[in-house]
């Protein structure tokens, strides 16, 4: 990669996967099939592809993949179940949310559209409130103390083993 490339981080909630992309990104896009959504545990998949010129790195761990047909593999964290990457014959896609800073990678296109759910475009329209805003939760918001790895690479990871972590 050229000095002064682009670079992009990201991994999964727990830390044991991180990635980093040197090189510009691709086409980020939503993708409303049953199968992304089934993927995502969503009502679709947002996704940002690698281009050709851009180099991915495993910097820790590396995600296990399941083959949800017969030409494409999901990368996900082994450990916490982040959905990571998409996976076919003409290039790899990673998970928009999974980037350290996700706010500057847009989508630009839907596919799957034929399988997009009905109230999704109309999700502005459902009443909006802050976390803070919740009164009958601040006590129990109060009490959370994180175990999502922060948004940033770290010298060191510890990971909290799922038995450890019952309550969220």
Not at 59 to 78: D, Q
Request: proline letters at 7%; a negative charge.
């Amino acid at each position: 990669m050229a000095e002064g490339a682009e670079h992009h981080a990201g991994g999964c909630q727990c830390g044991a996967v991180r990635f980093k992309v040197t090189g510009a990104l691709g086409k980020a896009s939503i993708c409303h099939c049953r199968m992304c959504q089934k993927a995502f545990g969503g009502f679709y998949a947002p996704l940002v592809s690698i281009r050709d010129e851009a180099e991915l790195t495993w910097t820790r761990g590396e995600p296990k993949r399941f083959r949800s047909s017969n030409v494409v593999a999901r990368g996900f964290c082994e450990a916490c179940g982040t959905p990571l990457t998409y996976e076919a014959p003409d290039g790899v896609a990673i998970a928009i949310g999974a980037f350290d800073n996700p706010a500057g990678i847009a989508p630009v296109i839907q596919y799957g559209v034929e399988g997009k759910l009905p109230y999704t475009d109309h999700m502005a329209d459902i009443p909006a409130r802050l976390t803070e805003e919740d009164v009958e939760t601040a006590a129990f918001l109060a009490s959370i103390v994180s175990n999502q790895h922060p948004d940033h690479d770290t010298d060191t990871w510890s990971p909290v083993k799922p038995d450890e972590n019952q309550n969220g």
